[in-house]
């Protein structure tokens, strides 16, 4: 697949969010915020980043609309699929399935997993003596899990350096600030003390994404296990969402809704203005 520059990242992101607004809208769903802010890492990983034989876990399974917008921007989900979210019989649950649907190697959203599985795979292609890196997104709050800790020390003795971790650093969980449920920092120097290369970014940024990129693939990166803290907004891009808890669980009103992708259009025409004057 050819990587798309950043001006086609912000097009199809904008074509994501539209896409997932619109599922999680027909759903009277929540979990918005968790997608708004992982977007950008989505899109930036499938289209910006991972050749065709890499692996993306998301797991912050919550944010499955977000992934199943990007996986239908990709070409592996239809319309027709799409407008099945939430629907009595569909693939497309409120967390990733199990076999169900190309690009989905695992069910997650069972947080706290998605790391191990990764530090599997990754170890299991080395055995097979393969070239394929395996991405897994996490959310920060999941790292509350012992397990997560648990597959960072397996992925570190290993020296996995074909997996890479990106963390949607929004500083918000389920219940109310990470800073206040169970503290994180120093975050970048935990990471470090457990042997992974560790770079940050602006998770809504392409340029940013994608130094991070380059980062991970310097020489002082390449044999160490990488992990990406991706600092984020919870609800990014609508005022009345934005950096709140309560959109990690309320679904959108039809007034919302209409005002919530009248925002996301205006970010979105904003971001490319934006680019065209830096360029």
């Known amino acids: 697949m050819t990587k798309m520059n950043n001006t086609q990242l912000i097009e199809r992101a904008f074509s994501v969010k539209k896409r997932f607004l619109r599922m999680y809208k027909a759903a009277n769903a929540g979990h918005i915020g968790c997608s708004l802010s992982c977007t950008e890492m989505l899109v930036f990983l499938k289209f910006g980043w991972m050749k065709s034989d890499d692996s993306l ?38 967390h990733p399935p199990v076999n169900k649907i190309k690009g989905i190697p695992f069910a997650t959203g069972s947080l706290g997993h998605g790391l191990s599985l990764s530090a599997g795979m990754a170890l299991a292609s080395r055995l097979k003596r393969t070239e394929r890196t395996f991405f897994c997104v996490t959310s920060d709050g999941e790292l509350d899990e012992g397990s ?20 949607d650093r929004n500083m918000i969980q389920g ?19 457990f042997r992974f290369f560790v770079a940050e970014s602006d998770g809504h940024d392409f340029a940013s994404l994608d130094l991070a990129k380059k980062a991970c693939e310097t ?31 309320l679904p959108l009103k039809d007034s919302q809704y209409e005002l919530a992708l009248g925002e996301i259009e205006a970010n979105y025409r904003e971001t490319l203005s934006r680019r065209e004057l830096a360029s």
């Open 219 to 249: 020489s002082a990166a390449r044999a160490l296990p990488k992990a990406i803290i991706c600092k984020t907004v919870k609800g990014n891009g609508i005022s009345f969402f934005k950096d709140t808890v309560d959109c990690h669980y």
């Open 175 to 193: 219940i109310g600030r990470t800073e206040e449920v169970m503290a994180l920092e120093p975050l970048n120097a935990k990471l470090r003390a």
């Open 148 to 167: 997560v800790w648990e597959a960072a020390l397996f992925v570190a003795h290993h020296r996995l350096d074909n997996v890479i971790w990106l963390i």
């Open 57 to 94: 876990i998301l797991s912050k399974g919550h944010a499955a609309a977000a992934l199943y917008s990007v996986l239908a921007e990709e070409g592996s989900l239809t319309e027709a699929d799409i407008e099945t979210f939430y629907q009595n019989g569909t693939v497309l649950c409120a």
